[in-house]
């Protein structure tokens, strides 16, 4: 009897035993997962925690993303859709009138232009205008000499020796800058082009009685030509002057 039950108790252990290694058993984790979700924690010499950072991508993975994004990285130039001359002769728009004086932007030297009128470069708030009509950069500056954002810009588009649009300004390089166009909005540096028209004040209708309807570029812009210039005019919800460009055609 006493045997028995000595072999009772065997049986239930080994039972306990199976039951408690099936319960153990862990599934194994790849290697390609925890490559996805690690992330390492270190400490900096301050003590306090750096940011995480991602497992290594495959040296494969990173050349293909590379190449991929320089190819749909697009090389900006100067580019503008062609507009048929559509003012009169009597209608001037190849000026502008900055700060009193009157310029004939196209082939102004950049260099003299800033000095003459006290103009600092600014390093942010420039103006893009990516169209599939236009395309046009202009740099910022303000004749304030320490630029905030409150500061009045006005934009030149600039070129260099080559004829190539500047995208990169260098104040070293401003002597071998041409201005190929100019930009103003309502909070700009007061720029007035042909004479009577201003970004932020002149309506759409003073602009069609001297200068006719012009040809719509979209449901807010208008452009006029007169072959060599090309005046660019973004109206607002209300019909007044919002953003106006003149630039070499």
């Not at 290697?31 to 010499?45: C, F, G």
């Not at 028209?197 to 209708?205: E, L, P, Q, R």
Request: hydrophobic residues 35%; negative net charge.
């Amino acid at each position: 009897m006493r045997k028995q039950k000595y072999m009772a108790l065997l049986l239930c252990a080994v039972s306990i035993a199976s039951f408690a290694g099936c319960t153990k058993k862990e599934v194994p984790t790849t290697e390609s997962s925890l490559a996805v979700n690690v992330q390492e924690s270190k400490l900096s010499d301050n003590g306090q925690p750096e940011e995480a950072t991602e497992a290594p991508a495959q040296e494969d993975s990173e050349k293909q993303t590379e190449e991929s994004v320089a190819e749909e990285k697009p090389s900006k130039d100067i580019f503008m859709q062609e507009v048929p001359s559509n003012v009169s002769g009597d209608a001037n728009i190849s000026t502008v009138s900055f700060l009193g004086d009157e310029y004939l932007i196209a082939g102004e030297d950049t260099a003299d232009f800033l000095e003459s009128n006290g103009l600092n470069h600014a390093k942010s708030g420039k103006l893009c205008v990516d169209k599939e009509y236009l395309y046009f950069f202009g740099e910022a500056f303000s004749t304030d000499e320490k630029i905030s954002k409150d500061s009045a810009r006005v934009y030149l588009e600039l070129t260099d020796a080559d004829g190539k649009l500047v995208s990169k300004y260098n104040d070293g390089d401003a002597e071998n800058y041409m201005i190929h166009g100019i930009a103003s909005d309502k909070n700009s540096l007061p720029v007035v082009y042909c004479g009577f028209i201003t970004a932020g004040s002149t309506t759409k209708s003073t602009v069609e009685a001297e200068l006719g309807e012009g040809s719509a570029m979209d449901n807010s812009t208008i452009a006029y030509s007169n072959g060599t210039y090309t005046l660019f005019i973004v109206y607002n919800e209300d019909n007044v002057t919002d953003t106006v460009a003149l630039i070499l055609n």
